[in-house]
C-alpha cells in the first residue's frame, strides 16, 4: 500500500471524532515514528540518573536505542547506541559510569558525546573513510535540552526551543520540584516497564480521562469500600486501599472540583481529584506535618501554602511524557509497533523531605503504576481491547467529541473543559499530532 | 546444606499451589497471618518493599481487597480468566526456631487466558508458623521471580 498522502492523513482527523486508521495503520505508525518521534521534543530521561561526568543510563526516542550520558563539560549527551562500524549496540548496562563507550565488536570506541575516537586496525580503510566524520559517531541527538533537571531530545536540528515547546506546561514540572524542600529531587526506588497490545496514544489519552475510573475501575473501587479497616497494614496497604476508593468519587465530584487544562503542543493536565488527608498533603498524617515543617522552614509559610494549593493529578507533556507533581511519579511511553506500546514508570525522592514521605511515594507507586496493581492492570486490559477492537471494520469514527460546544480559553492561552469529563484534551493531542503529521 | 523439608511441609506447599490454581482465593488468604504479607520484589535481591517497588507488595489489608476484587464481577483483566498450572519442587529448609521455620522452594507456573500462554519461575520463601494444631500459618511469603524487572504485561493472579 502506498503511504499515505498529507492530505489523506489530514482527513483521518474530523470535528470531534478520529478514524480508527490511527489506531490501527502500520503505515500511519511508521509516519508518526519519523514525522513526531523524529522531530518532536522527547523525554529521555532526569538529571539525577546521570549526575557525574560518564555517567549513562540506556534511554529511548520513538524506536531507537538511545544513551544519556553526562560528558567530560559537564553537558549532557543523548546518543545513538549503535557502533558506526557493523551497527552493534555498543552500550549493554541499563546505566553506569563510562570514560569511553567500547564495542564489544572490533573495539572501535567513541567519546561520552558520540565521537569516534578510536578504530584498532586502521589500516587498509579506502581513502574516504573518515573518523572525524560526525556520522561515523555513536550519532548524537542534534538538540538536547532540560528544564528543572527533565531532559529532553530531538532528533530535528531546528524546530522551536523546548521552552516554547512545554510553555504553560513548565508550571507542572516546578510543582514537582518546589515541594521539594531542597528544590530537588531524584529519580529513586526502582522502575516498572510494563506493556500491552495497543497502540501508543491510548496510554496519554487514558491519563487525563476523569470519566473512565468509575467503569474501568470498578472491581477494586468496590473490593476497597468492603474492606475492614481495623485489619492489620504496614501503612503501604493503607495508602493502596484509599487510593482504589478514590477512584470511585461521584460524578458530582469529578463535574464540580476537578477540571482538565490543555495547552498548545498537545499537552494537559487534569484537577486532582483526592480528598483524602492520608494521601494528601497539609492535612492529617504525621509524616505530612514533618514534611511541611521541613517545607516551611526552608521556604517560609507563605510560599509553602503557595505550593500546596496547587492541586493537579496527571501532567501529559504530549508526545511521550505524562506526570504526577503532587505524587512524585512520571511515566514514559515508548511506541514498540502499532498495536504493542511499553510504559517505563519512575518514582522521584524530594530532597530534605523525611524518609517516611519516600515510602508513601513507593507505595502510592506500586498501586498506581505497578505491573501487578489491582487498579493498573484493568487500565492495560483496557487498552489491549482497544487494540482488538480498532482491527475490527466496525465504526469507523473514533468519538472524542465530548464538551466539544462548551470547552472555554482559560485565559492562560490554553483552552479548558467546562467540566473535567471534557474530551478537550484528546481533541488538543491531535491538533498537536496534525502539525506534524500533515504539515504541508 | 539445606536439609530438606520434611514432608508435611512439602504437602503444605502443594496445597497451597492448588488452592491457587483452582482460586479458592479465600481459602488462600486464609493461610496467612492476621498481619502476615506478601511480597513479589521488582529487583533480583531487593532488600526492602519500602524503598523500591515491587510487582506485587501486600500487607494483609491489601491482600484481602486484592483477593475480594478477583471475585468482583466487573474484573475485566480477569474477563476471561486465567487458567495457571503450579508445580513446586525442591523444598528446604533455610532456617528453624521455636516459632517455625522459613522454606525455600522453586516454582514454575503456566498462566493460559485469552489464547496465550505465558511461563514464570523462580523462588519461593515461606515464613511458616506453627499453627498449635500440627498445621502451620504464613507469616510472609516472597516469591522472586526470575525474570522480576523485564517488561510485563499485565499481572492479575497471585504467584
Known sequence: MPEPTSEEIAGLIRPGRVHRRVYADPAIFEIEMERIFGHAWIYVGHESQVRAPGDFVRTRIGRRPMVMVRHEDGSIRVIHNQCAHRGAMVVAKESGNAKRFECCYHGWTYATDGRLVHVPLRHGYPAHFDPDDPGTAMVAAPRVDSYRGFVFASLAADGPPLADFLGYMTTSFDDMVDRSPDDEIEVAGGVFRHAYDGNWKLYLENLCDAAHPIFVHRSSIDAARAQDDTVHTTGAGEIAVRQMRQNGAPPEFWRERVGIWTYPGGHAFLGDYHDDEKLVAASGDPAFAEYLAALEAKKGTEETRRIMEVMRWNSNVWPNLSFMSQFRQLRVVHPVAVDRTEVHTYAFRLKGAPARMFEDTIAFANVTNGTGSPVLTDDLETYGRIGTGVTSQGAEWIEIGRGYETDRPDGKGGVEGVDSTSEVYIRNMYDAWLGFMAAP | ?159
Not at chain 2, 30 to 50: H, N, T
Not at chain 2, 70 to 97: F, G, K, M, W, Y
Not at chain 2, 123 to 148: M, N, P, Q, S
Open chain 2, 1 to 159: 546444606m539445606s536439609r530438606l523439608a520434611p514432608p508435611e511441609i512439602e504437602s503444605f506447599l502443594i496445597h497451597e499451589a492448588r488452592l491457587l490454581d483452582e482460586r479458592r482465593w479465600e481459602d488462600w488468604l486464609a493461610l496467612f497471618a492476621d498481619d502476615g504479607w506478601y511480597w513479589v520484589p521488582l529487583e533480583e535481591g531487593q532488600a526492602s518493599p519500602r524503598d523500591t517497588v515491587s510487582l506485587m507488595y501486600d500487607d494483609r489489608r491489601l491482600l484481602e481487597t486484592r483477593i475480594r476484587r478477583l471475585a468482583e464481577a466487573a474484573l475485566h483483566a480477569q474477563t476471561p480468566v486465567s487458567r495457571t498450572s503450579r508445580i513446586v519442587a525442591n523444598p528446604t529448609v533455610e532456617e528453624e526456631d521455636g516459632s517455625g521455620l522459613t522454606i525455600r522452594a522453586k516454582f514454575e507456573m503456566v498462566e493460559y487466558r485469552r489464547d496465550s500462554r505465558r511461563i514464570f519461575a523462580g523462588t519461593t520463601w515461606h515464613r511458616l508458623a506453627r499453627d498449635g494444631e500440627g498445621g502451620f500459618r504464613i507469616e510472609w511469603k516472597r516469591v522472586d521471580l526470575v525474570d522480576c524487572d523485564a517488561v510485563h504485561d499485565g499481572l492479575s493472579v497471585p504467584f
